[in-house]
T-cell receptor
Framework: AQSVTQLGSHVSVSEGALVLLRCNYS??????LFWYVQYPNQGLQLLLK??????LVKGINGFEAEFKKSETSFHLTKPSAHMSDAAEYFC??????????FGTGTSLTVIP | EAGVAQSPRYKIIEKRQSVAFWCNPI?????LYWYQQILGQGPKLLIQ????????DSQLPKDRFSAERLKGVDSTLKIQPAKLEDSAVYLC?????????????FGPGTRLLVL
């Protein structure tokens, strides 16, 4: 069975500070992992994905995530937060790119 | 490339009424998903289609929810009768079969409020 746990439903950072959003996964098979961002009243937009290639994945808007099998983690980071990064972030795991299971989300607030 | 289209964007109904949502996936995408996203939660898969066949509907409340994907393109999700707890955003997503096939692309969602 596949599942994800996002630690911290709310994260606040100052503008220019490091963003770290945590995601741990559980999967009975090698997982595909995704981070999505959701702005108010919009659908989900893909930030980045891991599909068994390079363990450090770079995405859009300066975000990146590192797949760590030993820690079953796929944390999302960005070196310097912008006001426009304020949104809801979802981690998702997929079995071979088929069924997708989403975490409960982390709301990111950026403080000016 | 046009994205996933959904309509309506917003719907308000009273409990026990019926409602239907429509989704038009990205052209050529064989896989289509319907998700329910309750406020403050992550999306929960309701049903997955591969072309016009159902792959997974294990979390679809079949006593009141139904979905179809005629001709393997557009899809309709129906709730009949609606309950208060059905208030949520209903997201449609689609995925291709090759190339960037591991990625789902989401529509803007339909926000349903049941009074």
């Amino acid at each position: 069975a596949q599942s994800v746990t996002q630690l911290g439903s709310h994260v606040s950072v100052s503008e220019g500070a490091l963003v770290l959003l945590r995601c741990n996964y559980s999967s009975s098979v090698p997982p595909y992992l995704f981070w999505y961002v959701q702005y108010p009243n919009q659908g989900l937009q893909l930030l980045l994905k891991y599909t068994s290639a390079a363990t450090l994945v770079k995405g859009i808007n300066g975000f990146e995530a590192e797949f760590k099998k030993s820690e079953t983690s796929f944390h999302l980071t960005k070196p310097s937060a912008h006001m426009s990064d304020a949104a809801e972030y979802f981690c998702a795991v997929s079995r071979l790119g088929n069924q997708f299971y989403f975490g409960t989300g982390t709301s990111l607030t950026v403080i000016p | 490339e046009a994205g996933v289209a959904q309509s309506p964007r917003y719907k308000i109904i009273e409990k026990r009424q019926s409602v239907a949502f429509w989704c038009n996936p990205i052209s050529g995408h064989a896989t289509l998903y319907w998700y329910q996203q309750i406020l403050g939660q992550g999306p929960k898969l309701l049903i997955q289609f591969q072309n016009n066949g159902v792959v997974d509907d294990s979390q679809l409340p079949k006593d009141r929810f139904s979905a179809e994907r005629l001709k393997g393109v557009d899809s309709t999700l129906k709730i009949q009768p609606a309950k208060l707890e059905d208030s949520a955003v209903y997201l449609c997503a689609s995925r291709g079969v090759s190339g960037r096939s591991k990625t789902q692309y989401f529509g803007p969602g339909t926000r349903l409020l049941v009074l």
